[in-house]
């Protein structure tokens, strides 16, 4: 092993969190405390962390566990449309399947020529 006098472990941890940039490989921490233990060099994983966030490199947001995430990803997110002065509540979903049917028409005018055909039938 080498002495911690004779290296830089910043240094290193800089390098190799360099190279692996370069490479096109996300800097993880575990995976940098590996190469250098290959090459004899002992780091902490906080130690690493930190050189890492001073470096820009800034980890992974953490999704929440359990029923909260199950919860929140059923959220339907709505978009308020104005329409005819009154505020109509749309989902993503909603947008999703008037796409298609638009694809389906051939586009928006005729999307739109079908629709405002539907509404002299209706009214």
Known sequence: MMAD????????VRKVAHGMKARGENPRPVVIIAMLKKQGIEVSSPQVSQILKKMGFRPRKRRKAGKGAAAEGAVVKKIAVLNSGRAALISVDDLIVVKKVIGQLGGTERALAAISALRRLEG
Do not use: L, T
Not at 5 to 12: L, T, Y
């Open 5 to 12: 006098k004779e290296v830089n472990k910043s240094d290193e």
